[in-house]
């Protein structure tokens, strides 16, 4: 059972433009939500998070957006650089009382930014 | 460098072997997780320990693996009589613990083939 999902394998936009990266997820007991980023042969790197007492988050040029009654988020990138190419994964966790804060992670999509 | 560190970054070892993976977290971190990664997968978590007590284990974690985290710094995930389904990336993260969203950070991993 896919608890958090990607249904885009892939993205690709031009330089400059906005990156939209999507995801949703079915468990109703999450309650913090994260985006990474992964480079070939690295380890994620967290990028932005959320709490699902928000519904948006601001940081530089990201900007994470929570939709809990459609249990969904996305990510938005603006303006996109080459340099944002990568694999971005969505993760969610549950922190409630007694909870460890395990990540569920999405597949991934790998976002291509062209110059 | 003060993120996390994994060593070794690559291991190749022949079916039937035992391997021994080593983290070291983000030093004031008290929590740490284990995840393991296949290609064209998110992230899937394996255990998690505070402190030194491990307190979650995944059902994927069989009876081969096995992870310790001593005095509470840091951690070795072992598998024993590894199998060629054993062969994936093998992340480790920390976090802070005690405050509500705290975000993991990840180390590089380490790249287990099997033979």
């Known amino acids: 059972d896919q608890q958090v999902k990607q249904n885009s394998p892939s993205l690709s936009v031009q330089e400059g433009r906005i990156s939209i990266l999507n995801c949703d997820y079915t468990n109703s007991m999450f309650d913090y939500f994260l985006w990474y980023k992964k480079y070939p042969a690295e380890g994620p790197t967290f990028l932005i998070s959320?709490?699902?007492?928000?519904d948006k988050n601001e940081d530089g040029r990201f900007t994470v957006f929570l939709n809990k009654s459609a249990k969904h988020l996305s990510l938005h990138i603006v303006p996109s650089q080459p340099g944002d190419s990568a694999v971005y994964f969505c993760?969610?966790?549950?922190?409630?009382?007694?909870?460890?804060?395990?990540?569920?992670f999405g597949q991934g999509t790998t976002l291509q930014v062209k110059p | 460098d003060t993120g996390v560190s994994q060593d070794p970054r690559h291991k190749i070892t022949k079916r039937g072997q035992n391997v021994t993976f080593r983290c070291d977290p983000i030093s004031e971190h008290n929590r740490l997780y284990w995840y393991r990664q296949t290609l064209g997968q998110g992230p899937e978590f394996l255990t998690y320990?505070?402190?030194?007590?491990?307190?979650?284990k995944s059902r994927l974690l069989s009876d081969r693996f096995s992870a310790e985290r001593p005095k509470g710094s840091f951690s070795t995930l072992e598998i024993q009589r590894t199998e060629q389904g054993d062969s994936a990336m093998y992340l480790c993260a920390s976090s802070l613990g005690g405050t509500r969203n705290q975000p993991q950070h990840f180390g590089d991993g380490t790249r287990l083939s099997i033979l």
């Open positions: 959320i709490s699902s007492i928000k």
């Open positions: 320990f505070q402190n030194e007590a491990q307190l979650e």
């Open positions: 993760a969610a966790s549950d922190l409630g009382s007694g909870n460890t804060g395990k990540l569920i």
